[in-house]
């Protein structure tokens, strides 16, 4: 039997602000880890910690104590710049409201992340149109933001996301602007490229939309208060 690889490792993390004299905490200790392959959905109301999660994840906020391992690499213990590169090869994000410059086209857009990553410019047309149509954009190619739907716009960011091959997807309310129809499409679709062996964390307030993953991470002020598989 192989032994899973884990891929995300919290020990002992949490996160607090200084409130003048007080302090809010977002994140209570918490010590939890994702195996390369998962597809983990995180759920709890707003202000439960989910998005503070994410962000110490990715290492958009340091912890307050403890270590965040991504892979081989101790994230809280990076530097600006360090994680600017880490992040560049390594984690792949997807926004509520989508990020995309509104004055480049949908190719423009999935090609960028690749000119910051130094990728052989006569190599990016091509594999940015590739994304694309893994993605059901590739007729859209050449429209801007503004041209696309809210679903259309969010197929273009998780092909952007995608631009530098990251092993770690993370989905930060990726349907929260979207209507019904167009999430479960979205849902669909990050179902679709853990299937392709992406490794995949959703943050997510609706719990149909969290069944779908393997495993369902329930936080409730700043904690970690259920952590179940499914049978997705």
Known sequence: MMTATPLVQL????????MGEAQLVALHPTSLRIDAGEFVAIVG?????????????????????????????????LNEDE?????GRSVGLVFQFFQLLPTLTAIENVMLPMHFRG??????????????????MAARANHLPSELSGGEQ??????????????????DEPTGNLDTATSQQIIALL?????????????????????VAGR?????????????RTCA
């Open 119 to 136: 990728t052989y410019s006569g190599e990016r047309p091509s594999r940015a149109r590739a994304l694309l149509e893994q993605v059901g």
């Open 11 to 18: 020990e002992q993390v949490s996160k607090a602000y200084d």
């Open 191 to 211: 179902a679709a490229l853990h299937g392709e062996g992406k490794t995949v964390v959703l943050v997510t307030h609706e719990p149909e939309l969290a069944a």
């Open 154 to 171: 969010q197929r273009v960011a998780i092909a952007r996301a995608l631009a530098n091959d990251p092993p770690l997807l993370l989905a």
């Open 83 to 87: 994680l600017a590169r880490w992040r």
């Open 45 to 77: 109301p707003s202000g439960s910690g989910k998005s503070t999660l994410l962000n110490l994840i990715t290492g958009i906020d340091k912890p307050s104590e403890g270590r965040v391992l991504v892979g081989d690499a101790v994230i809280s213990a």
């Open 216 to 228: 369902v991470i329930h936080l409730q002020d700043g904690r970690v208060v259920e952590d179940r």
